[in-house]
T-cell receptor, first 117, second 114 residues
Framework: GAVVSQHPSWVICKSGTSVKIECRSLDFQATTMFWYRQFPKQSLMLMATSNEGSKATYEQGVEKDKFLINHASLTLSTLTVTSAHPEDSSFYIC?????????????FGAGSRLTVL | KQEVTQIPAALSVPEGENLVLNCSFTDSAIYNLQWFRQDPGKGLTSLLLIQSSQREQTSGRLNASLDKSSGRSTLYIAASQPGDSATYLCAVRFGWAAGNKLTFGGGTRVLVKP
């Protein structure tokens, strides 16, 4: 089955530093990947849609200069949280889209927990 | 504004009791609706996907219904087990133009007590 891997699964960093999170589709090619953020006890909120080879489309209220998304290949998208602050501490989840039997299928990664001190 | 709401936010039941989880959405012109399970600190596991043309989907002890006219979906879990304890999320794809964007409800945290 389709597998999406996120790395790292958790990371602690100092305020002001940048953190990169990777999202890889292990056994399929994903033309589109989605990045979500989830604060404690809240639901997932879509941050951006990432298409291979083009600029990401950000949701309203998400700073594109702060959350840099790169989708350089069909199996890898990265989210970089630049100049992280404690309020960026959250659970970040990616999902990758593929097509099976003519139907769109979304597969979610296990998530990456970011704690900014 | 297209919104998805899940009530209650938390639910506690004794083992063996049937679970009923509710999801409501504001726009009846949906493309599909999906139920997920999330364990603490983990990603999402897809449980059931209901297309807009369907009224229900079943998988084992799980059954999900869809009523577009009233903007509701219900997830039934029969004969609950402690292993069913998790957060259950409902997500809606509002129309083809939305691509694969999913709008998530706030989730219902379920605790099944042995």
């Amino acid at each position: 089955g389709a597998v999406v891997s996120q790395h790292p699964s958790w990371v602690i960093c100092k305020s002001g530093t940048s953190v990169k999170i990777e999202c890889r589709s292990l056994d399929f090619q994903a033309t589109t990947m989605f990045w979500y953020r989830q604060f404690p006890k809240q639901s997932l909120m879509l941050m951006a849609t990432s298409n291979e080879g083009s600029k990401a489309t950000y949701e309203q209220g998400v700073e594109k200069d702060k959350f840099l998304i790169n989708h350089a290949s069909l199996t890898l998208s990265t989210l970089t949280v630049t100049s992280a602050h404690p309020e960026d501490s959250s659970f970040y989840i990616c999902s990758a889209r593929t097509v099976k039997a003519g139907a769109n299928v979304l597969t979610f990664g296990a998530g990456s927990r970011l704690t900014v001190l | 504004k297209q919104e998805v709401t899940q009530i209650p936010a938390a639910l506690s039941v004794p083992e063996g009791e049937n679970l009923v989880l509710n999801c409501s959405f504001t726009d009846s012109a949906i493309y599909n609706l999906q139920w997920f399970r999330q364990d603490p600190g983990k990603g999402l596991t897809s449980l059931l996907l209901i297309q807009s043309s369907q009224r229900e989907q079943t998988s084992g002890r799980l059954n999900a219904s869809l009523d577009k006219s009233s903007g509701r979906s219900t997830l039934y879990i029969a004969a609950s087990q402690p292993g069913d304890s998790a957060t259950y999320l409902c997500a809606v794809r509002f129309g083809w133009a939305a691509g694969n964007k999913l709008t998530f409800g706030g989730g219902t945290r379920v605790l099944v007590k042995p």
